[in-house]
């Protein structure tokens, strides 16, 4: 391993010396899974920009995130920490930010290293303290945390409040018209999905969403105030794409950057730009993958009409797999046809089974990396502990972060031995080619219809000969299972 790691040393720009790091972009899309980009080979939806990445860099086939779920995936990212450690779960809009202020992330990593570092677009890691007054500056924040600059969706797109928060303060809050946030319990007087249904002009919720109604959508979440504020759904694409331009744009000249960029697509509510309207045959799931390709092919026009598209790495993955029905009325599940989002896979968003953390994932730098397909087993919080070795910085012990540069540069198909994967707190253990999945009890399906990758029996699964995982192995290879069993065991206890 350290041996295959020393030509990469010598391949890679002279970082020890004066010579400027790439910059790095990182994108991550909300849902969307192995199946949806037609770089895996599916002919049912086109995603040109994403391709053009995984056509001309890293094609990780085995790439997983830490979890099912969006607020741990994300905590395991930037982090470099397994989220189960700190039992981290899907958070509200108003929830106080996980990620302590002392903790090491991604972001202070590049910090460290000189760049500028900025995040736009979906967090779901928290905001404040709790109790947060939406009309002052909401501290701590992704700026607490290692973020230069920061304009985000405190949640997601189906929780309030529904407003962009740019470095700590609401963007556009008209004093005299403050903004209220209760995930308890109404504000007297106010409407909700259900009391007044009228006002769903947009969208109506199947399970869940119906609360406060916020530009014509029903959310989770009661809010009230803040109209000037209120993010449009329908631009929403638009205006995360015009502030990472912006962030381009406004870099120092002689300075690198980091950017985290989180597409809030295909994530319910699914609220296209006019644009995208009918760009596939699929409905809105389908519309907003093209708007999200879209946004993916913006950022690279912006690269290169700076003429830094040789000097970035673009990673490209998404948060957890796919979901149809994920609580609105958009007909996804009608109109998905003959697209396999999951991609070959079992299970989906929320489970333990290989669809539910197996993502797309894309390394891409134009004229210093060649394209390969790798199945090596990597995970995305390896990238801390990767970029590391790359700018020579240190990191702390203790981390769940394995070095993979040589896998994640495409010079080596070598990745992980073995890793935890999380869906909804229950945990599973990872080989490359194994999937051990724990007994539990317990309903085989959530509202969405996905199955969560609850098995009776303690079932291990050779994902080469059955990515379905349909045949449990167990007898045959009671001693891998073992292995693998204790592998679990000892990351529990450590
Ligand atoms: C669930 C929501 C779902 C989605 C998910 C978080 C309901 C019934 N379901 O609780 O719509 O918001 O949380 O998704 O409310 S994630 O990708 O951000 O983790
Ligand atoms: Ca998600």
Redesign the pocket.
Known sequence: MRRSLLPILASLPSLATAEQPPNVVLIVA??LGYGDVSAYGSRTISTPNIDRLANGGVCLTNGHSAAA???PSRYGLLTGLYPWRRKTN?LPGDAPLIIGEEQFTLARLFQMAGYRTGTIGKW?LGIGKGHIDWNRTIKPGPNEIGFDYSCILPA?V??VPCVYVENGNVVGLDPNDPIEVNYHKNFEGQPTAITNPELMTKITWS???NNSVINGIPR?GFMRGGKAALWKDEEMASYLVGKVKDFIEEQPQGQPFFLYFGLHEP??PRVPEARFEGATTMGPRGDVIVEADWCVGEVISKLEEKGLLENTIVIFTS??GPVLN??YNDNASELVGNHDMNGGYRGG?YSLYEAGTRVPFFIYWKGHIRHIVSNALVAQQDLMASFAHMLHQPIPRGLDSEDHLSAFLGKSKKGRRGMVVEAVGRLAYRTRDYALLPAYKGDKRN?TGNEMGIVDTLSLFDLRNDPMQQQNIINKHAKLARHMQAALDKERTK
Request: hydrophobic share 15%; aromatic share 0%.
């Open positions: 909300d849902d779920t969006s607020t899907i779901h997601t189906d929780r399970h869940g969403h989770i994530h319910v948060d957890n994920d609580g968003k509202t």
